[in-house]
């Protein structure tokens, strides 16, 4: 029609014929473009902001000029005295079509926005609200017309926002007449995946938040964020106070077995630390927790399990039969989690009887199943979770690495905390030391190290501390590569002290004051747990190497909230993982924690997940036969005989010896034969 104006919008591009005085969000609606807006339309919430591009567009076929947009209404006068709105931004609820223009939707006004982050190892992805917040007036009582308040909130939802085939909460129908009362009949509503409604506030209401937690063996994390744009507003991370029931997988379960009311005990102690967790992020977010309507969860089947008040011991034994492998959906409340009452709880599906729904966050954040090259990810932690594959086939196992990497079970060990050693250098002729702690910048042998440690002392060593020491011991022949503290070396340096029947290695000799810290020597014991982990992990991953009939690797991403500390060098002159070339082996953050918060902010996630697991194939390393056989030549470090070509361009491993342990003559010549490790990221790191 001629008297329509052609509106374009960017970046999708959607373009139509409008006729004059229609609204930009009209127009936009009416083109599926994603404009976000909370109170429908009435110049109130600011989420629908545009911008006008002006001049000539030769592409599109327009010319746009400032009159071709409505002038500045009172609302929006309004709006930017008293909230603030940039000099070229527009209400699009407000600005109306007088010409021929080009729209621009910015990313914040966009629903479905993608989220970049930097502070937390999350991928680039788009945000799609499980939680939308909806503002609607709704039609006062009328002796005439005797219909329920709840029916008129459900028909002003449908008149407004196109919303039908509602339901709603118990507690929103009960809070609904006074909310309708405060608010003059103008409410905001909370509408869970387009269906449920879940909460109700007098208002405009504009914020709604979610928390996404990963429940770890040992330690447990949260992510608070806002579930309109993404924001991660709070973190934090609290000790499994399970330990005390074990501190490993099985342990957990043998002692459900042998205590009638052992599960309830356990289940009980989490939902606790959880609710701690909620109230910690909750209070650092500065929000109160009941404006938390959405939560997800990630952990290991034994977890998960208890989190939902389980039964684990069929996950015990063969063959290991999870309770379900779906995603279970249930309410803060059914779990003791205290948020807003409508909350909602999203927990990520396991995939197998020990591959929960932490390598389903995992494979959600790293998406090596849209890999082109041959990608190993292993979330590392007391039960080490492996993924491997690429866009063609993936596999999935589990591999019990118990918590020697978290720091207990060793001598000095303690999690990651300020004062714990978390890296260190051995020097290859004096065999001293050099280390940090977590909170210091310098190192123990600079200056500035005493000044800084007069705050955190020095209190043990974590999981990072204890791969790279045993690393260094190893390069400088101090420990064999059968894994022998070599107690030869005492006659050249004090360190190596006789400790019983084996010798030990003195890191850090303490002292009297508080700064000082106690005394952390690194024993034989100490070095055969981080052997046993280490093997462990070695041989699931060995396992699926041989399952997709591989030698190779060419991506290893090092997850969990201990893998991300891992220096990668170390890691394979350990030989926690097969050899890869260097410049491939990355830290990927706590995927599994991250795949819970892109799940928390995502519906199309959600689905994503739920697809792709139910293609995983599992391997279950309890059974396999092999799994002995890679598990004996994985003890020795790097490996017994598999070889590291690509960690032997960057560092100088020992030579093989004929003989196992010992520390003769021949050996201290092979160990002056060796040369520096020269690796930047190793010396500074």
């Known amino acids: ?386 993924v491997l594959g690429d866009k063609r086939r993936l596999l999935a196992a589990s591999s019990p690495t118990g918590p020697a990497f978290e720091g207990a079970q060793i001598s000095g060990g303690q999690r990651a905390a300020p004062g714990a050693i978390e890296r260190v250098r051995i020097d290859r002729d004096t065999l001293e030391p050099r280390f940090r702690v977590i909170g210091v910048d310098a190192w123990s042998n600079e200056p500035d190290f005493a000044a800084g440690i007069a705050a955190t002392g020095i209190t043990g060593i974590c999981g990072s501390g204890i791969i790279e020491v045993v690393a260094e011991l190893f390069l400088a022949g101090v420990v064999t590569e059968d894994g022998v503290i070599d107690g030869s070396l005492a006659e050249r340096t004090a360190r190596v002290v006789p400790d019983g029947r084996t010798f030990s290695y003195v890191l850090h000799e303490g002292g009297e004051s508080a700064a000082a810290g106690p005394r952390i020597a690194i024993t034989q014991n100490d070095v055969r747990a981080i052997q046993l982990a280490k093997a462990a992990l070695y041989a699931g991953v060995r396992l699926l190497m041989d399952k997709l009939e591989i030698d190779e690797l060419d991506e290893i991403r090092l997850a969990g909230a201990f893998g991300s500390q891992i220096d990668p060098i170390h890691a394979m002159i350990l030989g926690l993982v097969p050899d890869c070339d260097p410049a491939h082996v990355r830290s990927a953050g706590n995927a599994a924690g991250t795949g819970a918060l892109i799940a928390l902010l995502s519906g199309a996630a959600r689905t994503e997940i739920e697809g792709v697991v139910r293609r995983v194939e599992k391997i279950e390393t309890a059974v396999e036969p092999r799994f002995q056989e890679h598990f004996v030549q994985a003890m020795a470090f790097p490996h017994k005989t598999a070889a590291f070509p690509n960690l032997g361009r960057v560092v100088d491993l020992p030579e093989r010896r004929a003989g196992a342990g010992g520390g003769g003559p021949d050996a201290r010549n092979e160990r002056r034969r060796r040369r520096s490790v020269a690796v930047a990221s190793r010396e500074d790191g």
């Open 1 to 386: 029609m001629a008297d329509d104006a052609l509106v374009i919008f960017t970046p999708s591009g959607r373009r139509g014929r409008f006729s004059m005085g229609t609204t930009v969000l009209d127009a936009a609606r009416s083109l599926g473009v994603d404009i976000d807006s909370v109170c429908g339309g009435r110049g109130i919430c600011g989420r629908c902001q545009v911008t006008q591009g002006l001049g000539e567009f030769p592409k599109h076929g327009i010319t746009s000029e400032p009159g071709h947009l409505s002038a500045f209404a009172q609302l929006e006068t309004t709006y930017r005295a008293e909230k603030g709105l940039a000099a070229d931004r527009r209400l699009s609820c407000t600005a109306t079509v007088c010409g021929d223009v080009l729209i621009d939707v910015p990313p914040e006004s966009q629903v479905h926005r993608q989220v970049v982050r930097k502070g937390l190892d999350v991928r680039t992805f788009t945000v799609d609200p499980i939680v939308r917040l909806h503002y609607v007036e709704v039609t006062p009582p009328e002796l005439a017309s005797p219909t329920g308040d709840l029916a008129r909130t459900f028909e002003a939802l449908e008149r407004e926002w196109a919303l039908t085939g509602l339901e709603a909460d118990l507690e929103v129908i009960r809070t609904l007449q006074p909310a309708l009362a405060a608010g003059s009949y103008g409410i905001t509503v909370a509408v869970h995946e387009g269906r449920q409604v879940i909460a109700v506030w007098p208002g405009l209401h504009e914020t709604a938040y979610g928390v996404a937690i990963d429940v770890g063996s040992t330690t447990i994390a949260g992510h608070l964020a806002n579930l309109a744009d993404g924001a991660v507003l709070a973190s934090n991370g609290v000790m499994n106070p399970q330990i005390r029931f074990g501190e490993d997988l099985m342990s957990r379960v043998s002692y459900a077995m042998m205590h009638p009311e052992g599960a309830a005990e356990m289940t009980a102690a989490v939902r606790k630390a959880l609710d701690g967790l909620i109230a910690t992020l909750a209070m650092r977010a500065g929000i109160k927790r009941a404006e938390i309507l959405e939560l997800t969860i990630v952990g290991n089947p034994i977890m998960h399990h208890l989190l939902l008040g389980i039964d684990p011991t069929p996950l015990g034994g063969a063959p290991f039969a999870l309770a379900t492998d779906r995603a279970v959906r249930t309410t803060a409340a059914a779990l003791g989690l205290r948020a807003h009452p409508g909350a909602r709880v999203y927990v990520l599906p396991c995939i197998a009887g020990h591959v929960g729904a932490d390598t389903a966050g995992v494979i959600l954040a790293e998406e090596p199943h849209e890999a082109e090259r041959m990608t190993l990810v292993v979330d590392v932690g007391t039960n080490a979770e492996i």
